[in-house]
C-alpha cells in the first residue's frame, strides 16, 4: 500500500544561509526564557549579525568549508551563534547533547568521544561549564582545532566574507536517535531541510499572528529543524525554553503558551501525559489556551489514553483537542514523515493485536493505534511485506518512506547507507499499516516480544501501564527475553518507580490494585510504619502482572521495579529497549550515582587532567 502526499512545494530559499538573510529583514524573533520566567530576546537581524561574526571567528580558527564543527551547547544564544556561524562559514554543524545527568557521566563521556570520532569534527564549541566536564571526551576524538569556549564566538567583532553553499552541499549531521543501535550520523543537505521545512511550512500554514513556543532540545530534530529552522524560514517569533527547565516545572511551557498567545508547539508523546500529570492547578489560574491551534504529538509512539488526559485536563482553560496532531518522523527523513490533519481529534483504531501480529491482518479488537496521519507534501510512504512487495490496506508490514528530505546518507558509512536506502527508498525499520489514506505505526521490527509463538508490539504491554501509581510516567519497558534453562521467549516487564511517594502507598496491595475499598482497615490504623521499600515494589510488581494478564492475556515472566532514572535513554529521551535487556542480563543495570559538587569538582579536575596529557593538544 502507498499512501501519496500532496505534490512539495517549491522552496523559497534554496539554503539555510539564504533563509536567515531573508528573516534578517522581519521584525520577529527568538525568546529564550529561563527556570524564573525571565526573558532575553534577540531579533533575527540580531541573530544573523552574531552569526556573521562568529563565522568570521571560526574561519580565522582554521575552519575550512565542509569541515564538521561539533556543538555541545544547551539552550541558549550561543547555540545560535555556532550553528548558524557554523553553516555561514562554510561548515557543517554537528549538535550533541550536553551533560544532563552527572550520575552518568563516565557513559556520556564515552559516548560522545565515539560522537565526534565518528563525525570527524575538527573542532568542537562548548559553554563554559559543559566545556569543564569533556576532557575525557576530547583527549580520546582528539578533534584537530581543539574545543572552543562559545563565549569567544558571542565577543568577536567584525564578520567575514560569507561562504555560499550550493542546495546539494551537506549543512547539517544530526545523530539518529540510538533506540535501537549506536546512533549514526544523518547527513543532510541544504536541499533536504529546505523540503522539510517547506513541507511543514505548507501544513501548518503560518500567519503573521502565529508564535512557535518550543522547550525542545536544539540537539534533537524536532527541535532543531521543526522549532529553530520552521520559526526562521516563515518567519516568525520563537519562544524558546531549556529543556531541563520544561522536566523540572512543565508548567513552564503552558504558561509561555499562554503568555505569548503561543499557537505552534511540538513535543515528544511523554510530554503530553508528563504535563496533565504534573502541572499544578494553581499553575493554570487565569491561563488561556485558546490560541494554541497546532500541538504536534510525535518522536515515540502517540498513545490515545494520553491525549484524552490532556485534552481533559487543558480543556477547561481553552485547548481545541483538535490541535493535537500526532505525527511520525525519523532523523534520516530530516523530521516529518505524516502529519494528523488539524483541527480534528486524533483518530483512534481498536485493533486485535493477535490478529495483528499473527497473520497481520487489521480486525477490530481491544487494542487502541493513533492514527499519525498522511504524507507530507512531497513524501511517499510505503507499506511492505516479509517479500519486499507491496501490501494493501489494512495488513501490518514493514514501512519505507521517499521524500525529497531523505537524508543523503550515513556519514562515512557506505554499506550502512546502502542497507538503509533500498533503491532510494528509506527502510524505517518500523511496522505499521495504512487505512483510509492514514499511517498508524505499531512498533519497531527489532522489538518484537515472541511469547508462545505470537509477535507483540512492547508498546502493547507498555500501555496497560500508563497512569498507574507508583510508576514513573513513560518510565516502562516490555522486553523479550530467554531465561536460563527455558525453551521459549518470556515476557519481562522493567520499570521505574515514581520519585514521589504515593498517599496511596497500601493500595498498591493486590487488593486495592484490584479495586477493592480497604482489605485491612484496623491494620492501616494502628500500623506503627509506612510500607517498606520492598512491600511497595512487590506490589507494584503484582498490580503490574494483573492489569498486562487482563489486558492483554499475557502473563509477565518477570517484573522488575527499579530505581528513577535506571533505565538507559536515548538523547531524545526514548527508552533504549535493547540497551535495557543486555544490561538486565550481565547484571549492569543500575541507577545514575548522586552528583553533588564534590563529585562535579571531581569531575572537572579529571577533566583538566586528560586535557593536560593531550600529547600536541592544540589551544583552545
Known amino acids: 500500500m502507498r499512501l501519496v502526499g500532496p505534490p512539495a512545494p517549491p522552496p523559497r530559499h534554496a539554503t539555510v544561509a539564504a533563509a536567515l538573510a531573508a528573516a534578517a529583514s522581519h521584525p520577529s524573533g527568538v525568546t529564550f526564557v529561563d527556570l524564573r520566567e525571565r526573558e532575553t530576546w534577540l531579533s533575527w537581524a540580531e541573530v544573523a549579525d552574531r552569526a556573521r561574526r562568529a563565522a568570521a571567528a571560526l574561519s580565522g580558527l582554521g575552519v575550512r568549508p565542509g569541515d564538521r564543527v561539533a556543538l555541545v551547547l544547551r539552550t541558549e544564544p550561543a547555540f545560535l551563534d555556532a550553528f548558524f556561524g557554523a553553516i555561514l562559514a562554510g561548515a557543517v554543524p554537528v549538535p550533541l547533547y550536553p551533560p544532563v545527568r552527572l550520575g552518568r557521566l563516565d557513559e556520556y563521556l564515552a559516548g560522545t568521544a565515539r560522537l565526534l570520532s565518528v563525525s570527524g569534527a575538527r573542532l568542537a564549541v562548548a559553554g563554559g561549564p559543559v566545556r569543564r566536564l569533556l576532557g575525557e571526551a576530547l583527549a580520546r576524538a582528539r578533534p584537530d582545532l581543539g574545543c572552543l569556549d562559545a563565549a569567544r564566538l558571542a565577543e568577536a567583532r567584525g564578520g567575514g566574507p560569507i561562504r555560499e553553499a550550493a542546495p546539494g552541499d551537506l549543512c547539517l549531521v544530526q545523530f539518529s536517535s540510538g533506540s535501537t543501535v549506536d546512533p549514526k550520523p544523518v547527513a543532510l543537505t541544504h536541499a533536504n531541510l529546505m523540503a522539510q521545512i517547506e513541507a511543514l511550512t505548507a501544513l501548518v500554514g503560518p500567519t503573521p499572528v502565529d508564535v512557535l513556543v518550543s522547550w525542545l532540545p536544539l540537539y534533537h530534530d524536532m527541535g532543531l529543524v521543526g522549532c529553530l529552522l520552521g520559526a526562521m524560514s516563515y518567519p516568525g517569533p520563537l519562544v524558546l525554553i531549556p529543556p531541563e527547565h520544561f522536566l523540572a516545572r512543565p508548567a513552564l511551557w503552558l504558561r509561555a503558551m499562554a503568555r505569548h498567545?503561543?499557537?505552534?508547539?511540538?513535543?515528544?508523546?511523554?510530554?503530553?501525559?508528563?504535563?496533565?500529570?504534573?502541572?499544578?492547578?494553581?499553575?493554570?489560574?487565569?491561563m488561556d489556551l485558546s490560541p494554541w491551534r497546532v500541538a504536534l504529538d510525535g518522536a515515540e509512539p502517540v498513545t490515545a489514553p494520553a491525549l484524552r488526559r490532556f485534552a481533559e485536563r487543558f480543556g477547561g482553560i481553552g485547548l481545541d483537542p483538535g490541535a493535537l496532531m500526532p505525527c511520525y518522523g525519523l532523523s534520516e527523513a530530516a523530521?516529518?514523515?505524516?502529519?494528523?490533519?488539524?483541527?480534528?481529534?486524533?483518530?483512534?483504531?481498536?485493533?486485535?493485536?493477535?490478529?495483528?501480529?499473527?497473520r497481520g491482518e487489521v480486525v477490530p479488537g481491544r487494542r487502541e493505534v493513533v492514527s499519525v496521519g498522511a504524507p507530507v507534501p512531497g513524501a511517499e510512504v510505503e507499506i511492505r511485506g516479509q517479500d519486499g512487495a507491496p501490501l494493501p490496506e489494512r495488513r501490518l508490514g514493514r514501512i519505507f518512506v521517499r521524500s525529497p528530505s531523505v537524508m543523503r546518507g550515513y556519514l562515512g558509512d557506505e554499506?550502512?547507507?546502502?542497507?538503509?536506502?533500498?533503491?532510494?527508498?528509506?527502510?524505517?525499520?518500523?511496522?505499521?499499516?495504512?487505512?483510509?489514506?492514514?499511517?498508524?505505526?505499531?512498533?519497531?521490527?527489532?522489538?518484537?516480544?515472541?511469547?508462545?509463538?505470537s509477535n507483540h508490539a512492547p508498546e502493547e504491554f507498555e500501555a496497560c501501564l500508563e497512569g498507574m501509581a507508583g510508576l514513573r510516567p513513560g518510565c516502562a519497558v516490555a522486553l523479550g527475553f530467554l531465561p536460563e534453562g527455558a525453551e521459549e521467549e518470556q515476557l519481562l516487564i522493567l520499570a521505574e518507580r515514581s520519585r514521589r511517594r504515593s498517599a496511596l502507598a497500601p493500595a498498591l496491595t493486590p487488593a486495592l490494585s484490584r479495586g477493592e475499598r480497604n482489605p485491612h482497615p484496623s491494620w492501616l490504623a494502628w500500623s506503627p510504619s509506612p510500607l517498606s521499600q520492598r512491600e511497595r515494589d512487590t506490589g507494584l510488581e503484582e498490580a503490574i502482572r494483573r492489569v498486562i494478564l487482563e489486558r492483554t492475556g499475557v502473563r509477565a515472566h518477570l517484573v522488575r521495579i527499579l530505581a528513577p532514572g535506571t533505565l538507559p535513554r536515548t538523547s531524545s529521551g526514548k527508552m533504549r529497549r535493547g540497551e535495557a535487556l543486555r544490561r538486565f542480563q550481565s547484571g549492569s543495570l543500575s541507577p545514575p550515582r548522586q552528583a553533588g559538587p564534590v563529585a562535579l569538582a571531581w569531575a572537572a579536575a579529571r577533566s583538566a587532567l586528560a586535557l593536560a596529557r593531550w600529547p600536541g593538544r592544540p589551544p583552545s
Do not use: C, M, Q
Not at 503561543?262 to 508528563?274: K, L
Not at 502541572?279 to 489560574?285: I, Q
Not at 490533519?341 to 493477535?354: F, I, L, Q, Y
Open 261 to 286: 498567545r503561543g499557537t505552534i508547539s511540538a513535543a515528544p508523546h511523554f510530554a503530553y501525559a508528563y504535563a496533565a500529570d504534573r502541572v499544578a492547578a494553581e499553575d493554570l489560574a487565569g
Open 335 to 358: 523530521l516529518a514523515v505524516t502529519v494528523a490533519p488539524a483541527g480534528r481529534p486524533p483518530r483512534v483504531k481498536a485493533v486485535d493485536p493477535e490478529a495483528l501480529h499473527a
Open 415 to 453: 554499506a550502512g547507507t546502502a542497507r538503509a536506502l533500498p533503491g532510494g527508498w528509506l527502510d524505517t525499520g518500523d511496522l505499521g499499516f495504512a487505512d483510509g489514506g492514514e499511517l498508524f505505526v505499531h512498533g519497531r521490527a527489532k522489538d518484537l516480544v515472541i511469547v508462545r509463538g
